[in-house]
C-alpha cells in the first residue's frame, strides 16, 4: 500500500503477491516501488501507476530489497540465506548472489554509495560485502538476533538494535560509535537526518526519544496497542512514521505545534484576525 508521506492519505495498493508481505522500497525518486514476500518472489512496481512491472522468483521466503541509487540494480535476502543482484535492464539474466550466512538474512542495505551491501541475519550477525569482488569485509556478531538496520548517508551512520540496545556504528568500517540502553526491548530505531536525536520503539508498546549526543532518554510516550516493529524519520526530517503490532501506521510531528501536512498551527493573534466578533463578544446578561 503506497501513502501520502505527510498526511497518511491513501495512494493505491499493489496486488499481486499471494504471501504475507515481509519488506518493501521506493527507489530514489519514488517512481519505482519493490516488495519481498512470503510467496517466494520479490516484485518490482510502477509507483505512479501501481502496475507490476516484474516478478524475480526466489527459493524461499524473500524478506529484504534494496534499490541502487540509479535504479538499475535490486538487491534482495531471505531465508535461504542468500543476498542477490538483479539487473534490472536484463532481468531474465541470473543475479548475482553473494553467500555466507548461516541463518535467514532479516535485511539488506547498499552503502558507501552501492559500492558496499549491508546485511543482518538471523546467525546474530552483520557482515559488510564488497560489491566489486562479492568477498565478506568484515563482520560483526551479537549475543542476540539484530532486530533492524538503519544506514544514513550522510556520515555513514549504521543503526543498529538487539535486546535493549540501540548502537550506532561507522558503516565503512564497522567501528562502534556509541550505545544507549532502552527501558524495554527495541525492534527499530531512527536517526533524525540532522542527528540530533533519534527514536526508538519495542515490545512495550512505547516510542522513546533520545538525545543523540548525551544519550538522555528525552521523553516516551505510549499511542499504539501492540508492540512497535518499525520507526523511521521523513527525508526532512519534520515527522516520523511508527507500525505496529495493532495494525496501524502512525505519524508523529518532530516539532509539535508546526504547520506541516494535516497538522495546522493557528496562532491566538490568527484567530483574532479571522474571527474578532467570536473572541470578542460581550457576554449574555444572565438575570435570575
Not at 141 to 147: I, K, L, M, R, Y
Not at 205 to 212: E, P, V
Request: hydrophobic residues 35%.
Amino acid at each position: 500500500m503506497l501513502r501520502q508521506g505527510d498526511t497518511g492519505d491513501w495512494i493505491g495498493t499493489f496486488l499481486g503477491h499471494k504471501g504475507a508481505v515481509w519488506g518493501a522500497t521506493l527507489n530514489t525518486d519514488a517512481t519505482k516501488a519493490a516488495t519481498a514476500a512470503a510467496d517466494f518472489t520479490a516484485k518490482v512496481w510502477d509507483a505512479v501507476s501501481g502496475d507490476e512491472v516484474l516478478t524475480l522468483a526466489h527459493k524461499h521466503i524473500v524478506k529484504t530489497v534494496n534499490f541502487t541509487q540509479d535504479s538499475n540494480c535490486l538487491l534482495t535476502g531471505g531465508n535461504d540465506k542468500i543476498l542477490r543482484i538483479y539487473d534490472l535492464s536484463n532481468p531474465e539474466a541470473a543475479p548475482q548472489e553473494i553467500a555466507g550466512h548461516t541463518s535467514a538474512i532479516k535485511k539488506a542495505l547498499w552503502c558507501n554509495n552501492d559500492s558496499q551491501i549491508l546485511s543482518a541475519a538471523e546467525d546474530k550477525t552483520i557482515r559488510l560485502w564488497d560489491r566489486g569482488s562479492m568477498e565478506e569485509v568484515k563482520s560483526l556478531t551479537f549475543d542476540t538476533s539484530v532486530s533492524s538496520m538503519e544506514y544514513v548517508a550522510d556520515g555513514e551512520i549504521l543503526v543498529i538494535t538487539y535486546g535493549k540496545t540501540i548502537a550506532f556504528y561507522n558503516a565503512l568500517s564497522l567501528d562502534l560509535i556509541k550505545t544507549v540502553e532502552a527501558p524495554a526491548p527495541i525492534n527499530s530505531a531512527s536517526l533524525h537526518p540532522e542527528k540530533d536525536f533519534f527514536v526508538a520503539g519495542g515490545e512495550d508498546f512505547k516510542l522513546y526519544k533520545f538525545d543523540y549526543s548525551s544519550k538522555e532518554e528525552l521523553e516516551s510516550y505510549k499511542g499504539h496497542f501492540g508492540p512497535v516493529h518499525c520507526v523511521r524519520f521523513s527525508p526532512d526530517g519534520e515527522l516520523y512514521g511508527s507500525g505496529s503490532e495493532d495494525g496501524t501506521l502512525r505519524l508523529w510531528q518532530t516539532a509539535v505545534g508546526k504547520t506541516y501536512g494535516l497538522w495546522k498551527c493557528i496562532l491566538p493573534e490568527d484567530l483574532a484576525s479571522e474571527n474578532p466578533e467570536q473572541l470578542y463578544t460581550t457576554p449574555p446578561e444572565i438575570k435570575a
